[in-house]
């Protein structure tokens, strides 16, 4: 994998052309790969080795605290201790000031070591969110002691009875006192209320944890707004510190009232969290104390910081549990002799067996896993690449990185969550029935990887959100862009040998998506449009990987290749960009065909009719 991350920074997205601007100036491609070099052998040392174990031994409440194997505290300590965590951040705050497009290679491997150990990304949303949108206080106190691996975060937004439905939290916010607005802390409330699916919510790998927390206040009537206008957000401490980020030796009122036992990624605790109810009184009653986060009512604003950052990291999750799979069946197809090459006169059975991937239906299996996570990884390198544009390029390369990020965040986080799911389906079908004993990784691989269709969004709310908001805001503006780029990509491949016949029939594909958008939306009523939003995201994104990977084989034209090794590199890019052109590409017809047609028969169905 290495290899491939270094192809991708250096050839295709020239990551080193970052270090001319002056915020990454300190930096050269040698800090780059020494950050790199380190976090791979943390993953190699502190992860991998134990992801079997926190998989086996699941999180367990003693009745006081939550035990966890001593592996993830020693990964845990491992990676606060390599800067990781706050390594995008100025270094007056104790960061690298890393660009996010190696900040997000070098997590990876961690990732694809053993996903369920860390919990570093939602540590760092949760810091990142508050130096974006909190006090000077809030950012020195929290974030900074979030940043240097003193504290975890956490987000806090689902709710037993609301799900992904957050115009129906329940939560709710009151004034603490009538100096409530002197705490310098930002104004201080008592919350009550029951948050679900809460990762990382209660542990003993810190020595505190920050909770973020949605919440509505109610008006003088004693009701609160309906819908997420009304949504506020709070810093929620397990334990209260003072203005200095000491410890004062009170417990907040956050109890853990259980822990979810899932079908993977099971070594990192996720909860249930019950808001206030009077397990632990503060300062002489109920309700757990929690200090807002910018204004009121504009929670959902801020927090959304933190779920489009999460967005891309689960969609690296993903990607990576995918090629963790595909590593090892691959390892396992080069190894495992079983049937005979088919000859004029049938097979020969004195002939010795052949590895299996000598098989036209193994390769048929590497290469879809090849062509899913390869992809997928360029893809999220890709945005993490448009995230350094928007923070640090010239002002219109920052308006357009940004409208293309609103476009491909719901692809970059759902498509790697399908496809290298699937990835990971096959690898236990190149095992054949080994595939599915626990004598080996991948059916752990599929079970950790099978939270990333729910995870910060489910596949239908991506969908959703791409057809209903991003593909039409601003006139379709998003939608123009991208279609620019994909069309700078065709013209430039139609003039490489090889190249030509898959750039003709991407932009057959571009048109075919833009012609099923405008047809979606022909009649103007959302609810013909969007009752076929599922199959549009998964078109729209295979059209986006299809580019991804036209892109993918200019660049191994381009490279010329420095060893045997890196020309087999080269020669592989370009036999799994013909099979993503071949083999998946052509799905996209019968996806858009019900787009389309604005084909009705899902949301006339009935009830009773089940």
């Excluded at 071949?582 to 949301?603: D, F, H, N, T």
């Amino acid at each position: 994998m290495r290899a491939l991350v270094d192809f991708l920074l250096r050839d295709w997205l020239h990551a080193d052309t970052l270090t001319e601007r002056p915020r990454f100036a300190d930096h050269s491609p040698e800090t780059f790969n020494q950050v790199l070099d380190t976090c791979e052998r943390i993953a190699r040392e502190k992860y991998a080795p134990f992801n079997r174990l926190v998989d086996t031994e699941e999180p367990r409440f003693d009745g006081e605290k939550v035990i966890l194997p001593q592996a993830t505290h020693d990964a845990v300590k491992a990676y606060a201790a390599s800067g990781m965590l706050s390594a995008a951040q100025d270094y007056e705050h104790g960061g690298m000031q890393l660009p996010y497009t190696v900040e997000a290679a070098a997590n990876a491997f961690f990732a694809k070591a053993s996903v369920s150990i860390g919990t570093g990304m939602l540590t760092t949303g949760n810091a990142n969110l508050l130096m974006k949108h909190g006090t000077e206080l809030q950012k020195t106190v929290f974030a900074l002691n979030e940043f240097s691996g003193r504290w975890s975060g956490t987000m806090c937004l689902s709710e037993p009875q609301a799900g992904s439905s957050l115009s129906d939290v329940a939560t709710k916010a009151v004034p603490d006192g009538d100096d409530f607005e002197a705490d310098p802390f930002g104004a201080r409330y008592r919350l009550t209320g029951n948050k679900m699916w809460i990762s990382a919510g209660e542990h003993e790998l810190n020595e505190n944890i920050i909770h973020l927390v949605l919440a509505k206040i109610p008006g003088p009537d004693g009701k609160t707004v309906p819908g997420t206008r009304g949504i506020s957000l709070f810093i929620v401490p397990k334990k209260l510190v003072d203005t200095k980020g000491q410890l004062t030796g009170e417990r907040n009122d956050v109890a853990l009232a259980g822990l979810n036992h899932k079908c993977g990624w099971r070594g990192t605790t996720n909860t249930l969290l019950n808001f206030g109810e009077g397990r632990f009184p503060v300062r002489g009653g109920a309700g757990a104390i929690g200090y807002l986060v910018g204004r009121a009512g504009e929670g959902l604003r801020c927090m959304f910081h933190m779920m489009n950052e999460a967005r891309i990291g689960v969609g690296i999750a993903a990607t990576m549990l995918g090629m963790a799979g595909y590593e090892a069946s691959l390892a396992y197809a080069r190894q495992r002799p079983q049937g005979r090459p088919m000859a004029e006169g049938g097979k020969d059975a004195t002939q010795p067996q052949v590895p299996i991937i000598e098989h036209a239906d193994v390769k048929r299996m590497l290469l879809a896993q090849k062509a899913y996570c390869e992809g997928a990884l360029a893809l999220e390198l890709y945005c993490a690449r448009l995230v350094d544009e928007s923070h640090t390029g010239t002002p219109e390369a920052v308006a357009e990185a940004a409208l293309l990020l609103e476009v491909l965040t719901p692809i970059a986080k759902s498509w790697p969550s399908e496809w290298c799911l699937e990835a990971n389906s096959l690898a236990i079908q190149v095992h054949g029935g080994y595939g599915y004993t626990r004598d080996f990784p991948v059916e752990q691989y599929w079970r950790d990887n099978r939270l990333n269709m729910i995870h910060e969004g489910t596949h239908g709310i991506q969908a959703l959100d791409l057809l209903g908001r991003k593909v039409v805001m601003q006139g379709g503006a998003g939608l123009k862009l991208l279609a620019t780029r994909v069309g700078e990509a065709i013209q430039r491949a139609g003039h490489v040998e090889g190249l030509a016949e898959p750039a003709n029939g991407l932009a057959a594909a571009l048109q075919q998506l833009g012609a099923a958008t405008k047809s979606a939306w022909a009649t103007g009523v959302p609810e013909e449009a969007l009752a076929n939003a599922t199959p549009y995201l998964q078109a729209f994104g295979h059209v986006v990987l299809a580019w991804i990977w036209l892109e993918l084989g200019l660049a191994a034209k381009q490279a010329a290749p420095a060893s045997e090794q890196a020309a087999a590199r080269n020669a592989g890019l370009l036999a799994a960009m013909r099979y993503f052109h071949v083999y998946e590409l052509p799905k996209i017809g019968a996806w858009l065909a019900v787009v389309s047609q604005r084909e009705a028969v899902c949301r006339e169905m009935q009830d009773a009719w089940f």
